[in-house]
């Protein structure tokens, strides 16, 4: 809601504003729970996770979100969160099988090219305006600003805190059960951080925003 909001405010598309605002706020499970491994010397749960869930995201989410509901989609607006999304998996993934070694410049470079993602779509946000009619008609909701973005903050909120309880307890019981680690991140931890995604994903398309929701999936 709170996303919606600001883009019709703003006259914004939807898939922009769902590949920037809502996919950090979703992504945040995935931040905090890969952050917490690595401090904690658990890398394997921190990249795990990370890989986990992007093929969660697009295997399950994304998969989900175009079976449901089938559309056209803007290539223009889509070109740019794809390029990127492309070009950092291959960097992940060559580095990972020509080295065998995540070393701290990688990490950096990775971070360069989310910091560049962001300000590139920001500029193309402003630069392409969106001008559906629905869109003229949905800004007379009365929300304002400040609370579409305090809805915002709330949900992201809530959903990292339901989603880190899930996996904390959800990895105790499968180490109970003697999984090994890699295999707790890559299915369970990775399915656990994209429960965001996911819920997000279906109450954007009960409420008819597809384009929201497919945002949100790669931006992710």
């Known amino acids: 809601d709170g996303a919606t909001g600001i883009a019709r405010k703003f006259h914004l598309p939807e898939l922009l504003i769902g590949a920037t605002v809502v996919s950090i706020g979703t992504t945040l499970p995935e931040v905090m729970v890969s952050t917490t491994s690595a401090l904690t010397g658990h890398g394997e749960i921190a990249y795990g996770n990370a890989i986990g869930s992007v093929i969660c995201n697009t295997a399950l989410i994304a998969a989900l979100t175009v079976a449901i509901r089938p559309g056209v989609i803007d290539k223009k607006t889509l070109r740019t969160p794809v390029l990127f999304f492309f070009t950092a998996a291959v960097i992940y993934a060559g580095v990972a099988y ?6 701290r410049p990688v990490g ?4 360069l090219i989310f910091v560049v993602y962001m300000i590139v779509t920001v500029k193309q946000m402003k630069s392409n305006p969106e001008q559906a009619a629905e869109v003229e008609e949905a800004e007379e909701n009365g929300n304002s ?33 003697g999984v090994p680690e890699s295999v707790i991140a ?7 951080t994209s429960l965001p995604e996911l819920v997000t994903a279906i109450t954007s ?4 925003h597809g384009a929201l929701s497919l945002g949100n999936v790669i931006g992710a």
């Open 108 to 111: 950096v470079v990775l971070l």
């Open 186 to 192: 890559l299915t369970f931890v990775a399915l656990g």
């Open 145 to 177: 600003i400040s609370k579409n973005i305090g809805l915002l903050v709330i949900g992201a909120a809530l959903i990292a805190v339901g989603a880190n309880l899930l996996v904390d307890n959800g990895t105790l019981i499968a180490q109970a059960l």
């Open 98 to 103: 020509f080295t065998g070694y995540f070393s």
């Open 205 to 208: 398309l009960a409420k008819g």
